[in-house]
C-alpha cells in the first residue's frame, strides 16, 4: 500500500505525509504512527521463543534482511550473566561489524547487552504467558548513542 513515509524534516512535510496516508488507506484506518527516523548502526534482532516444554531460549544475530539471508544467530537458555550476554554478541560471524567495521565507528555493544539482558529478564519473568518475542530490527547506534527498536513482535499464549 506505501503506507511508509521517510524522511521528514518540518512539521508542514508531517501534515502532507498525514494527509496522504489517510487517503491511501481509506476509511479503515485506525491511526498513523509517527517515529524518529534512525539513520546508521548495525542492525540486529534479539528475540525469545518459548517452548512449552523446555521454556525460553534467548536468540542474538544480525538483523534486518541479514538474518533472512545468513541465518547467523546464537541462543542461549536463561538466566545467563552479563558476560554471557558479551560472549553471544561475539559469537555471530557479524560481530566485526559491531566493532566498526570498514571506517564505521564502533557500535554501542554495552547497550546491545543490556537489551538481550532485559529480554532475557522478561523472558524469565513472564514464562508462562510470553510464546516468543522478536525485535528486528534492533539498530545498536554508536558508541554512546543506545540502541533503538525499530520493530518487534510480541505474541504471548
Request: proline share 6%; charged share 25%.
Amino acid at each position: 500500500l506505501g503506507l511508509v513515509r521517510l524522511g521528514l524534516r518540518s512539521a508542514a512535510e508531517v501534515r502532507r505525509a498525514h494527509a496522504e496516508l489517510v487517503e491511501a488507506a481509506g476509511p479503515e484506518l485506525e491511526g498513523v504512527l509517527v517515529c524518529e527516523q534512525v539513520a546508521g548502526g548495525v542492525e540486529t534482532v534479539v528475540g525469545v521463543a518459548n517452548d512449552e516444554l523446555f521454556g525460553p531460549t534467548v536468540l542474538f544475530g544480525l538483523g534486518g534482511v541479514f538474518i533472512e539471508v545468513l541465518r547467523d544467530v546464537t541462543f542461549r537458555v536463561p538466566p545467563f550473566d552479563r558476560a554471557e550476554a558479551r560472549r553471544m554478541v561475539g559469537e555471530v560471524k557479524g560481530h566485526p561489524l559491531l566493532r566498526g567495521a570498514r571506517g564505521r565507528p564502533p557500535a554501542d555493544v554495552g547497550a546491545l547487552v543490556e537489551v538481550i539482558m532485559r529480554v532475557q529478564r522478561l523472558a524469565v519473568d513472564h514464562d508462562a504467558t510470553l510464546a516468543e518475542l522478536d525485535i528486528n530490527p534492533l539498530v545498536v547506534l554508536p558508541e554512546g548513542r543506545g540502541a533503538k527498536a525499530l520493530d518487534a513482535l510480541l505474541v504471548t499464549r
